[in-house]
């Protein structure tokens, strides 16, 4: 829970993930054969194994957020996303901007009292929002850049059965990916097993896709969030999945269309471990599961996805069982990677 809360808090937006990455390789390092980062930044963790197939696991450790595109002459600043932000979220969020010391700040738009009848109607987009860090213009000039980035100021908090925080998105794959690390520290694994974090996926996969390359895989799996719709207002065949349901093997997305013999295997593996699923398919947006497949002639990928309420937002929501769940489920795919082939005829 601790590790959890620390990459929660821990800041990188796309393209600029240094906050994150030197804490994953703090904790990747002892749990690993051999370690290396690309000029990218994406860190790679090798485990060696038995067989000579080629497992990758890929879990993104950039979030969402924004970047400052202008300073105004008052000192209020302007942004441009970065990742699916979704306008409506920006409304009424405190957030820290990452300048030359790192500065709290909300982000402000007018006031009801003040629009007219058709601002009202309007839904607000990004360039209608600004940042005010409650400085003078001068002093915000000294702080600030352009090309700085914006974050969440959110903490984690315990929330019923669940979890909430800014970056579940996804600080909750590297943690469960650094869980299975540490449950299967020490054994004997059936076959070569690379640990990726990657970065710039809510940009569209760009780091999957030039670190998992060289590492020809034979099975690659991404560890990443899907939607729990399971909310007021969404018809049962709408929620993708539910939370506290358990951990959901991917069927597909919008960039990989998973392996059915590597998902029947993972299904078999959790009935046999009593770990409890369920099936994802999430109409649109894609994981790292997507360069998994393409990296070097052709791998059989699919996803273990982490139900989550609210995604993309700076409340995002996690079930404590669905979390157990997801770690389990790669831990036990991990030692029995291999045994099966799932070659498609
Ligand atoms: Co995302
Ligand atoms: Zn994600």
Redesign the pocket.
Known sequence: MELLKKLTAATGISGREEGIRSLIIKEMKPLVDDLKTDVMGNIIGHCKGKGKKRLVLAA?MDE?GLIVNHVDDKGFLRIIPI??IDPRTLMAQKVVVHGKKELYGVIGSKPKHVLTDEEMKKALKVEDYYVDLGLPVEKVKKLVEIGDAVTWHRDFTEVGDCYVSKAF??RIGVYVMLEALKKINGKALPVETYAVATVQ??VGVRGAETSTIGLNPDIGIAI??TLAVDVPGSADHQQITRLGEGAAIKIMDGNSISNPRLVDHMKAVAKKKKIKFQMEILPR?GTDAGALQRAGGSAAVTAISIPTRY??SSVEMIHKMDVKACIDLLVAYILEAGSKDYILK
Do not use: M, P
């Open positions: 993104h969402i990742g699916g998105d996804d996926e809510e990443d969030i947006g995604g993309h």
